[in-house]
T-cell receptor, first 114, second 118 residues
């Protein structure tokens, strides 16, 4: 069975500092990995995905994520945080099978202080 | 990117009434749509998978007679909460998978619908 874990409920970072939101996964075979962001009372917005190829994936709004197969991790990163980055972030995983469903992590609330 | 429109954004209804939420893919055809429910400060719970032209597949524990799903066209899926009760109050989110992206599995989400049952 596939699963995804976001070990931190909340991450607090000062504006301008680098940020990391952690994600680990478990899936049979090679994974599809995703990061989504959710603002209050809104749907989820796609940030980036890893399918294959380079382990470092660049996405929207200056975010990037690094796929680490040995550690089964897909941490979200940004070199310099903005107050506007404050939101709820979800990591998600899907198996290669077309029948495989996307499983979401529990979410991490990112708070950027001015 | 692909756009998914969800309507209404907010709905308040009396207990015992039924509420319909629409999910439309605006610029792509969605053979598969998903309905999620999100409780405060929690992750998304998949309720059902909606396939165009066939019956929806419900997740374990989700009442199919309570949450009616119809996917009559490649651009529209509807969720009807029948005989709503206060415990049905929640944030409902739909998502769609482009038929062209079936392999990568990327989902496009609607803006969500906040249902409050009085």
């Amino acid at each position: 069975a596939q699963s995804v874990a976001q070990p931190e409920d909340q991450v607090n970072v000062a504006e301008g500092n680098p940020l990391t939101v952690k994600c680990t996964y478990s899936v049979s075979g090679n994974p599809y990995l995703f990061w989504y962001v959710q603002y209050p009372n809104r749907g989820l917005q796609f940030l980036l995905k890893y399918i294959t190829g380079d382990n470092l994936v660049k996405g929207s709004y200056g975010f990037e994520a690094e796929f680490n197969k040995s550690q089964t991790s897909f941490h979200l990163k940004k070199p310099s945080a903005l107050v506007s980055d404050s939101a709820l972030y979800f990591c998600a995983v899907k198996g290669y099978s077309s029948a495989s469903k996307i499983i979401f992590g529990s979410g991490t609330r990112l708070s950027i202080r001015p | 990117g692909a756009v998914v429109s969800q309507h209404p954004s907010w709905v308040i209804c009396k207990s015992g009434t039924s509420v319909k939420i629409e999910c439309r893919s605006l610029d792509f055809q969605a053979t598969t749509m998903f309905w999620y429910r999100q409780f405060p400060k929690q992750s998304l719970m998949l309720m059902a998978t909606s396939n165009e032209g066939s019956k929806a597949t419900y997740e374990q524990g989700v009442e199919k007679d309570k949450f009616l799903i119809n996917h009559a066209s490649l651009t529209l899926s509807t969720l009807t909460v029948t005989s709503a009760h206060p415990e049905d109050s929640s944030f409902y989110i739909c998502s769609a998978k482009s038929s062209g992206q079936a392999g990568t599995g990327e989902l496009f989400f609607g803006e969500g619908s906040r249902l409050t049952v009085l």
